[in-house]
């Protein structure tokens, strides 16, 4: 058997953590090497995460001590704004080290390869710095992406997910009380993942999020004004064609529910509707944001940078 490769994890106490740990526990050539969470510090990681069998004990390492401890990748799974002195502390003391960083801190960032395999695969191996994407941007890019170069102005998204997308930090989108029986909207606009599609697309987007009383699950719906008409069934072509050997990407007829993308591990794409001028489509996706929306994808990442197989731990 060869050696695993080490994964130090900061910010392992939250719910995309959790997700990871299960991940990394069941992956064939990974090893847990570290779990920073202030929180938890001293306690087994098994107690959260029982398929960790690595008899890991989260710890309250600083970025200096972090950068110190052996492991061959670093995945940053802290709010925004967190990741920078990690980040500063790794590239000062082990240099190669490669980063996967969860948080929104670097993804304008060009000097960092950003994470979407199905859309950037190429750029992703053998990275070195990489930045993963938000859950919504991942679901919306992949939604849309076929149809870029026929996009006429700008495509229109509304989004709802579970509770879960707005972390372990108590406010009234993870507040379960203020959630039950209601649908919240937020951030009308400018939403980062807005601006984070658009910039990586390379098309204006206009999205709107919602969050609902499920946990996790993540559902957009795209309208997409088109410059030429196309009809259903040539729309389903041009993903057909973008994804029809994506092993985490399913295609089907019908327009997916929100508790289709639950559990998954990839994302389920459908609908493919048009106007009757067929000047305008309409394509719905949906996801788990913490599989396929942060720690799935972060898995992929991990193995196209280390050179495995890049769905190495994630098949069923």
């Known amino acids: ?33 570290y779990a920073v969470s202030r929180e938890f510090a001293g306690r087994p990681v098994a107690d959260i995460a029982p398929e960790d069998k690595d008899e890991c004990v989260f710890e309250a390492l600083g970025p200096e001590e972090a950068a110190r401890r052996r492991a061959d990748v670093v995945i940053l799974a802290a709010p925004d704004g967190a990741a920078a002195p990690y980040v500063e502390a790794i590239e000062k003391n082990a ?29 992703l191996r053998g990275a070195a710095r990489i930045a993963n994407p938000g859950c919504y941007a991942t679901a919306m890019q992949l939604a849309l992406a076929p149809l870029v170069s ?8 509304f989004g709802v997910s579970g509770y879960s997308g707005a972390g372990t930090k108590p406010s009234p989108r993870n507040d379960p009380a203020r959630l039950k029986d209601n649908l919240l909207p937020y951030a009308l606009t400018g939403h980062k993942h807005e601006r984070e599609a658009t910039r990586h697309l390379g098309a204006t987007v206009r999205f709107t999020p919602h969050v609902h009383p499920a946990f996790s699950g993540l559902i957009v719906t795209a309208h997409v004004p088109l410059k030429d008409a196309l009809d259903a069934g040539a729309l389903k072509n041009l ?6 050997d994506e092993p985490l990407v399913t295609l089907q007829d019908e327009a997916p529910e929100l508790k289709d993308g639950t559990g998954r591990k990839g994302v389920v794409i459908g609908g493919f509707a048009v106007s009757e001028d067929g000047r305008g489509a309409v394509v719905v996706a949906a996801e788990d944001n913490l599989l396929k929306g942060a720690a799935v994808q972060a898995i992929q990442n991990v ?14």
């Open 95 to 123: 240099p190669h080290r490669i980063i996967i960083d969860l948080s929104a801190d670097f993804r304008f960032d060009d000097r960092w390869a950003y994470g979407l395999p199905e859309l950037n695969r190429a750029r």
């Open 150 to 157: 026929r996009i006429d102005g700008a495509a229109s998204v």
């Open 239 to 244: 993903f057909e064609n973008a994804y029809g």
């Open 1 to 33: 058997m060869s050696t695993p490769f080490l994964v130090g994890l900061v910010g392992a106490r939250g719910h995309t953590g959790r997700e990871l740990i299960r991940l990394i526990a069941g992956h064939p050539e990974l090893m847990l090497a």
């Open 303 to 316: 193995n196209l940078a280390l050179g495995l197989d890049e769905f190495s731990g994630l098949k069923d």
